[in-house]
């Protein structure tokens, strides 16, 4: 099992950027894949990005594509989300999340079900 802190959010004004990060402690950081949830007020949790154990294989979602970037340090039990061009519509609380990968190089989890630790959550704002 691994545990999950967020970090990064804030306000910020549309057109913004901020870095999220997400520390992981426990073993074996480097044998999950790791992704990135929102959920804005009175919403449901929606998935965001995700990437591959090794950090090589990236997915987003169509909202978010070219926006924003995923990516991990495994060296740093650290995964990462760059986000820029903030709209508006991106004020949520992000979740880190990781998901089990049965030891497969190139899977990557796409939704909740796929993803077994949460972090508590960062609040990103539109300061607008």
């Known amino acids: 099992q691994v545990q999950l802190v967020e970090s990064g959010g804030g306000l910020v004004q549309a057109g913004g950027s901020l870095r999220l990060s997400c520390a992981a402690s426990?073993?074996?950081?480097?044998?999950?894949?790791m992704g990135w949830f929102r959920q804005a007020p009175g919403k449901e949790r929606v998935f965001v990005a995700s990437?591959?154990?090794?950090?090589?294989?990236?997915w987003y979602s169509d909202s978010v594509k070219g926006r924003f970037t995923i990516s991990r340090d495994n060296a740093k039990n650290t995964v990462y989300l760059q986000t820029d061009s903030l709209k508006p519509e991106d004020t949520a609380v992000y979740y880190c999340?990781?998901?089990?990968?049965?030891?497969?190089?190139?899977?990557?989890?796409?939704?909740?079900?796929?993803?077994?630790?949460w972090g508590p959550g960062t609040q990103v704002t539109d300061s607008s």
């Open positions: 426990g073993s074996n950081f480097d044998s999950y894949t």
């Open positions: 999340a990781a998901g089990p990968t049965e030891g497969s190089f190139y899977y990557i989890g796409r939704g909740p079900r796929d993803f077994t630790s």
């Open positions: 990437i591959n154990r090794s950090g090589t294989i990236p």
